[in-house]
């Protein structure tokens, strides 16, 4: 194992992404997720790769996009306007169905909104953000160490379903540090070929990439294989994590950032003999829809509470699972507010006391 | 270390603070412990405040934010208004007295007044203030050892700054002497 080392979640992300053969980073700045670009651009020309600052989102996107066309590991990062901005690129990348990373450092919203970590882009992660019927497949790491080893993944996983993969985190996930292993540094040259790039016909059989089909038909069989592929992904790619999760009775449910202050929440409510536990999916989409299902199967859950830094995204996708069978409360800080491990504690205690409301927006 | 310790480290931009907290966070990692250092981004200027919040624990460390640290290091007038009611019970208080330009008004934590950036002058340089209140501290809790703060130094300074060592090691030094021999902890 390789020495531990002491590094941002944004400046991980960068070094992971390059160890997993990563040579191309397209990009424009914002905050809070400056130090992926920062260090890519001194990190990138040290290993023989290339970082371009382009002249906005919309550029950037498109210039991944090529970049991944001709087959190579390819990544860029935003924090939430300017991911919007690059919705249109990530609906082409999936429909050329082309592999990327694209890492999105939340910020409160809508709009330029504010600096401050949030989720609320939840929804445009995993409900589509782009127009037509895709799906990206989609992390949220909730340690700095989380971001390493979840970016290798996404690298991988990319290429394997010709699809963009989304790493969800925010602004404090971005800005703190944390020891970390890295993996070791893999050489682009020693990734699998990818026989479908537009990397020079060479006398070789013509390849096009495209996501134009303009016979409703060949249309409609493009989208059958789409779907295929997620369907797939649905059955392979569920990842989550649970804490005292067998014998709670009330369930939490967070992802990123959040679940960890649920985390220390829930291990004073333990403390004092209640039993609380979580439930933290890693992949946001697919869904872990199974894993919570059977957590409900077991029938000692007497109600949920779902916590998130949004006005109410993620408890969507968790009461269609609960399905009505135990009341689902919410709890949610926007616009940048952190919640305290004390704040949520007082939530959950008050759910074991009979409370379901849904405490929105404070 | 046994139990988890939580320390918020604020002051002026450019009084070293974030350096501070993430030298703490360094030495702890040396140490084998958990750790996690997260700083204050918000829409910063220069001369305003800037915090960090650093976390030292022998086991897997759950929330980074920190409503009621276990201590407080307040380079400034500012930091110690906006953080002295936030400390834990029975909490310790690093303050800049060289700064602060006040006294801490609780009754219920341990207060140690360092005039940090006095004696980081008396010794060559003002911007060592930070590593003066970092000897106090460790000095008045049980976190790292002060040679694991060095070794980290080692570790994140460039090779061409390593002639700032020594400094920052007197620093230290008199940070701790200061916390050990007086002036004296006031006891509230």
């Not at chain 1, 996708?317 to 709890?331: E, I, K, L, M, T």
């Not at chain 1, 616009?335 to 759910?351: F, M």
């Not at chain 2, 130094?153 to 940070?175: F, S, T, V, W, Y």
């Not at chain 2, 701790?176 to 902890?185: I, S, T, W």
Request: charged share 20%; proline share 7%; hydrophobic share 40%.
């Amino acid at each position: 194992m390789e020495e531990l080392v002491l590094m941002k979640g944004n400046e991980a992300v960068g070094e992971a992404a390059i160890r997993a053969g990563c040579r191309f980073f397209f990009g424009y700045p914002i905050t809070p997720q400056n130090e992926i670009p920062e260090y890519m651009s001194h990190r990138l020309p040290a290993v023989g790769g290339v970082f371009v600052q382009a002249e906005s989102e919309v550029a950037a996107i498109n210039m991944v996009y090529g970049a991944a066309a001709a087959g190579v590991r390819v990544m860029t990062s935003s924090s939430s306007p300017g991911i919007s901005l690059k919705q249109e690129g990530i609906s082409y990348l999936a429909g050329s169905e082309l592999p990327a990373l694209v890492v999105n450092i939340m910020r409160g919203g809508p709009g330029l909104g504010t600096i401050q970590p949030a989720q609320s882009d939840y929804f445009q992660a995993v409900k589509g953000g782009g127009h037509g019927d895709y799906r990206l497949l989609v992390y949220a790491p909730s340690t700095v160490q989380e971001m390493v080893d979840l970016t290798g993944l996404a690298m991988d996983r990319a290429d394997h379903y010709r699809n963009p993969v989304l790493i969800l985190g925010d602004g404090l996930l971005g800005q703190m540090m944390e020891p970390v292993h890295l993996p070791p540094l893999s050489r682009p040259e020693d990734l699998p070929e990818k026989p479908w790039a537009t990397s020079g016909r060479r006398g070789g059989p013509r390849r096009v990439i495209n996501s134009l089909y303009l016979q409703a038909e060949a249309c409609e069989e493009h989208n059958r294989r789409l779907q295929a592929k997620y369907r797939e992904m649905e059955a392979v790619e569920q990842r989550w994590d649970s804490d005292w999760a067998e014998d709670a009775e009330v369930l939490v449910v967070a992802y990123g950032t959040v679940a960890r202050i649920c985390r220390t929440a829930l291990q004073d409510l333990r403390r004092r003999g209640l039993a609380a536990g979580m439930f933290r999916p890693i992949t946001l989409w697919p869904f872990p829809v199974p894993a919570l299902e059977q957590l409900l199967k077991r029938g000692r859950i007497r109600a949920v509470l779902v916590v998130e830094m949004s006005a109410g995204q993620m408890v969507e996708d968790v009461r269609s699972v609960v399905c009505g069978r135990v009341p689902v409360a919410f709890y949610g800080r926007t616009g940048g507010v952190v919640p305290s491990p004390e704040e949520i504690g007082e939530r959950v205690r008050a759910v074991f006391g009979g409370g379901t409301d849904n405490a929105g927006c404070l | 270390m046994d139990r988890q310790y939580e320390v918020i480290v604020a002051g002026f931009g450019g009084q070293g603070v974030m350096s501070m907290g993430q030298l703490l966070a360094y030495a702890g990692m040396l140490e084998g412990l958990q750790v996690t250092w997260m700083p204050s981004y918000g829409p910063e200027q220069r001369g305003g405040t800037a915090n960090c919040t650093v976390i030292l624990s022998p086991r897997t460390i759950g929330s980074p934010v920190v409503e009621h640290p276990a201590a407080l290091v307040a380079m400034n007038r500012p930091s110690l208004d906006k953080f002295e009611d936030r400390v834990a019970k029975g909490g310790l208080l690093v303050v800049n007295s060289t700064l602060a330009g006040r006294s801490v008004g609780r009754q219920d934590v341990r207060v140690l007044d360092i005039p940090a950036t006095t004696i980081a002058g008396e010794i060559g340089n003002e911007r060592v203030a930070n590593m003066v209140a970092l000897g106090a501290l460790l000095e008045s809790a049980p976190l790292v050892r002060a040679d694991s703060v060095v070794e980290s130094l080692r570790k994140a300074l460039p090779p061409h700054r390593h002639n700032l060592i020594p400094l920052n090691q007197e620093a230290l030094r008199r940070g701790m002497d200061l916390a050990r021999n007086g002036p004296p902890l006031k006891a509230h």
